[in-house]
């Protein structure tokens, strides 16, 4: 068995910069060695641990959906050591991905089924890969009907603006563009906080309509009861936490809720899951 | 049960032929910051021969195997250099080793350790190359101290569970009962091959009934299996269970089962190098979000992580008891005399109001 500590190397493709406050930027990479790409081989919800060396790791959601190919893709928020030295890096600079590592959303369960997408501020990351999977020609017929209720603080703070003003033109796809507040009067989507738009526009819940959630903490605080007013089940929420780690494979042991880790169980669970343990996220 | 007499004039003789096959690690007097005498368990160098009159060590043997600090991965720096910023596995010697003087309790918590280590879906394998590689050579105890409470915890004075040889200390000899065959080969790299007579292995039982007689504190943990994690994490009791915690970390750093680390980076010029270092639940940085955030900031929470992870959390998970051997490590060295067996036994005995 290979030794799970050692990251693949790869080089930085391309960095773009995510946000208007530039606090977020999208780095693209490639793998040097042909062969760790297909091992690298993941589902829309997992995540991976960006390795610089001589800095550290950070866990990341994996941004890029397995149907793209030949690149990975991450959406990383300058805030610590890590992050920050990332985001002075380059083009063609070489460092390292560990992964992938975590559960997936529960992508044989949800087929056949409607999903709806809710997303908050920067944890739109695995959610972009979750849409781009399911809008993948091979896979669209899988699935139901799909809503995307997406907000951030303001228009230049959404991720992934173009593609979300195409999947807006699309009918195989309803979205829900939010902003908290905006002094743009061209803005022609939604002006209001998430919950608020779930409340409004959220498909009202049936035994085969599924909703994935990722924000946050505040953002799912409110989104739930949201949900559950509009009927949804524990088992019908479906969410990806966050917690701090290191190891990533479950070993290190500061990521536990309960007796789940959310690096190794996760960081896909269930409300209903969730609900069984001390939620010390 | 194959039992070896070891008379204690042949001791240092055979040790010393065992270091031609062996790395050897054991119960040694050092002094610690404060010129205190203590015993800890290290590498012996070519002239150090294990104490086998040692009292117990302050810190468990874990870092015979798991060290503070750990070398993992290296890497050069230098864009001249061809691999530069490709990150190498450490090269560390992994030769055969024998941990000799070990108590059957600490050797029975590695087993527990090795339980988080070794899994069906990764392999750890610093931990398995060095646990893998060693040969635990236990000393039984006849006189348990105050603090023993190892036969509450699934470990007895005289446990087997973990260890390839268990020394049984017999007056002028050892009476050694070989349990698996990396033991035997222990033994025989030492020649310690005079088989014990008949009546030897009577003479261990005898030993081991009076030993596990002498274990005072008795703590229960029948219950903790049939009340939920919920049940016992929202209990009212753990406010005052806490109240006296300093954040000082020491139970989990003298702790034989706790095995939670850090990874950091350290950079000396071009060169970098990635390592762990025993971290703990006990200090707030441990769980410390990048946003500020920290799922668990206050103390309650922290000692409340620790119980609930030995005494709860790896029951469920593993169904093989408690992540706690009773060493009693963490009840004479904490500081402000927070005691494990009260709280396994409030957690015990607690009932949820319905």
């Given at each position: 068995?290979?030794?799970?500590?050692?990251?693949?190397?790869?080089?930085?493709?391309?960095?773009?910069?995510?946000t208007?406050?530039?606090s977020?930027?999208?780095?693209k990479?490639?793998f040097?060695?042909?062969?760790?790409?297909?091992?690298f081989?993941?589902?829309?919800?997992?995540?991976a641990e960006?390795?610089?060396?001589?800095?550290?790791?950070?866990?990341?959601?994996?941004?890029?959906?397995?149907?793209?190919?030949?690149?990975?893709k991450?959406?990383?928020?300058?805030?610590?050591?890590?992050t920050?030295?990332?985001?002075?890096?380059?083009?063609?600079?070489?460092?390292?991905?560990?992964?992938?590592?975590?559960?997936?959303?529960?992508?044989?369960?949800?087929?056949?089924?409607n999903?709806?997408?809710?997303?908050?501020?920067?944890?739109?990351?695995?959610l972009?890969?979750?849409?781009?999977?399911m809008?993948?020609?091979?896979?669209?017929s899988?699935?139901?009907?799909?809503?995307?209720?997406?907000g951030?603080?303001?228009?230049g703070?959404?991720l992934?603006?173009?593609?979300?003003?195409?999947?807006?033109?699309?009918?195989?796809?309803?979205?829900?563009?939010?902003?908290?507040?905006?002094?743009?009067?061209?803005w022609?989507?939604?002006?209001?906080?998430?919950?608020?738009?779930?409340?409004?526009?959220a498909?009202?819940?049936?035994?085969?309509?599924?909703?994935?959630?990722?924000?946050?903490?505040?953002?799912?605080?409110?989104?739930?009861?949201?949900?559950?007013?509009?009927g949804?089940?524990?088992?019908?929420?479906?969410?990806?936490?966050?917690?701090?780690?290191?190891?990533?494979?479950?070993m290190c042991?500061?990521?536990?809720?309960?007796?789940?880790?959310?690096?190794k169980?996760?960081?896909?669970?269930?409300?209903?899951?969730?609900?069984?343990?001390?939620?010390?996220? | 049960?194959?039992?070896?007499?070891?008379?204690?004039?042949?001791?240092?003789?055979?040790?010393?032929?065992?270091?031609?096959?062996?790395?050897?690690?054991?119960?040694?007097?050092?002094?610690?910051?404060?010129?205190?005498?203590?015993?800890?368990?290290?590498?012996?160098?070519?002239d150090?021969?294990?104490?086998?009159?040692?009292?117990?060590?302050v810190?468990?043997?874990?870092?015979t195997?798991?060290?503070q600090?750990?070398?993992?991965?290296?890497?050069?720096?230098?864009?001249?250099?061809?691999?530069?910023?490709?990150?190498?596995?450490?090269?560390?010697?992994?030769?055969?080793?024998?941990?000799i003087?070990?108590?059957?309790?600490?050797?029975?918590?590695?087993?527990?350790?090795?339980?988080?280590?070794?899994?069906?879906?990764?392999?750890?394998?610093?931990?398995?190359?060095?646990?893998?590689?060693?040969?635990?050579?236990?000393?039984?105890?006849?006189?348990?101290?105050?603090?023993d409470?190892?036969?509450?915890?699934?470990?007895?004075?005289?446990g087997?569970?973990g260890?390839?040889?268990?020394?049984?200390?017999?007056?002028?000899?050892?009476?050694?009962?070989?349990?698996?065959?990396?033991?035997?080969?222990?033994?025989?790299?030492?020649?310690?091959?005079?088989?014990?007579?008949?009546?030897?292995?009577?003479?261990?039982e005898?030993l081991?009934?009076?030993?596990?007689?002498?274990?005072?504190?008795?703590?229960?943990?029948?219950?903790?299996?049939?009340?939920?994690?919920?049940e016992?994490?929202?209990?009212?009791?753990?406010?005052?269970?806490?109240?006296?915690?300093?954040?000082?970390?020491?139970?989990?750093?003298?702790?034989?089962?706790?095995?939670?680390f850090?990874?950091?980076?350290?950079?000396?010029?071009?060169?970098?190098?990635?390592?762990?270092?025993?971290?703990?639940?006990?200090?707030?940085?441990?769980?410390?979000?990048?946003?500020g955030?920290?799922?668990?900031?206050?103390?309650?929470?922290?000692?409340?992580?620790?119980?609930?992870?030995?005494?709860?959390?790896?029951?469920?998970?593993?169904?093989?008891?408690?992540?706690?051997v009773?060493?009693?490590?963490?009840?004479?060295s904490?500081?402000?005399?927070?005691?494990?067996?009260?709280?396994c036994?409030?957690?015990?005995?607690?009932?949820?109001?319905?």
């Amino acid at each position: 068995m290979e030794n799970p500590y050692m990251p693949y190397p790869v080089r930085i493709d391309d960095i773009e910069i995510a946000t208007e406050d530039k606090s977020l930027k999208t780095f693209k990479f490639v793998f040097l060695n042909k062969e760790d790409e297909e091992k690298f081989a993941h589902k829309a919800g997992q995540f991976a641990e960006l390795s610089i060396p001589g800095q550290g790791e950070i866990p990341i959601g994996i941004a890029s959906s397995p149907t793209e190919k030949g690149f990975v893709k991450f959406t990383v928020f300058k805030t610590g050591v890590v992050t920050s030295y990332l985001h002075n890096m380059k083009v063609g600079d070489i460092m390292g991905i560990r992964g992938p590592l975590g559960n997936w959303y529960p992508w044989d369960k949800l087929e056949g089924k409607n999903v709806v997408i809710i997303g908050g501020g920067f944890a739109f990351t695995t959610l972009r890969a979750s849409i781009v999977y399911m809008l993948d020609p091979a896979n669209r017929s899988k699935f139901g009907k799909i809503d995307v209720v997406y907000g951030a603080r303001s228009p230049g703070m959404l991720l992934y603006r173009d593609e979300l003003y195409e999947w807006e033109k699309r009918d195989d796809i309803n979205m829900h563009i939010t902003v908290d507040s905006t002094n743009d009067p061209s803005w022609k989507y939604n002006v209001g906080f998430v919950p608020t738009v779930v409340g409004q526009k959220a498909p009202k819940a049936d035994p085969d309509t599924f909703a994935i959630v990722c924000g946050p903490p505040i953002m799912i605080k409110f989104t739930q009861p949201a949900l559950e007013s509009l009927g949804y089940g524990q088992n019908q929420i479906i969410m990806s936490l966050e917690n701090r780690m290191k190891c990533g494979i479950g070993m290190c042991g500061r990521c536990n809720i309960g007796k789940e880790l959310v690096c190794k169980d996760g960081p896909v669970f269930t409300l209903e899951e969730l609900n069984k343990t001390p939620r010390e996220y | 049960m194959k039992v070896i007499k070891i008379d204690k004039t042949e001791w240092t003789g055979g040790i010393d032929k065992s270091r031609a096959k062996y790395l050897l690690f054991g119960p040694v007097k050092d002094k610690d910051v404060q010129n205190n005498e203590r015993y800890i368990f290290k590498q012996l160098s070519a002239d150090q021969f294990p104490d086998m009159e040692a009292s117990d060590t302050v810190l468990s043997p874990k870092g015979t195997v798991f060290p503070q600090t750990e070398k993992m991965l290296q890497v050069s720096l230098d864009p001249s250099v061809p691999d530069h910023h490709i990150m190498k596995r450490v090269d560390t010697d992994y030769s055969p080793r024998a941990v000799i003087g070990i108590r059957p309790f600490d050797a029975k918590a590695l087993t527990l350790v090795n339980l988080n280590f070794d899994t069906k879906d990764y392999r750890d394998p610093y931990w398995c190359d060095a646990y893998q590689a060693t040969t635990f050579v236990g000393l039984a105890v006849n006189k348990p101290s105050q603090f023993d409470f190892s036969t509450s915890m699934g470990s007895s004075p005289f446990g087997e569970e973990g260890l390839d040889v268990l020394l049984v200390d017999n007056g002028s000899e050892f009476l050694a009962k070989v349990i698996t065959d990396k033991g035997q080969s222990f033994l025989d790299a030492a020649g310690f091959n005079k088989s014990a007579d008949e009546s030897s292995a009577q003479k261990i039982e005898e030993l081991k009934a009076a030993a596990e007689k002498a274990v005072a504190a008795k703590v229960g943990t029948d219950n903790l299996t049939k009340r939920t994690i919920l049940e016992l994490h929202e209990a009212p009791f753990w406010n005052d269970i806490a109240f006296a915690y300093i954040n000082c970390g020491t139970c989990t750093f003298v702790c034989p089962t706790c095995w939670c680390f850090d990874i950091q980076d350290e950079t000396k010029g071009k060169s970098s190098t990635r390592f762990r270092n025993w971290d703990s639940c006990m200090f707030p940085l441990f769980t410390l979000h990048g946003s500020g955030h920290n799922p668990r900031g206050e103390k309650v929470q922290r000692v409340r992580q620790r119980f609930m992870h030995k005494l709860k959390y790896f029951l469920d998970k593993y169904d093989k008891g408690t992540m706690c051997v009773g060493c009693g490590r963490c009840v004479q060295s904490c500081p402000v005399n927070i005691d494990i067996r009260e709280v396994c036994n409030i957690m015990n005995n607690y009932e949820p109001k319905k």
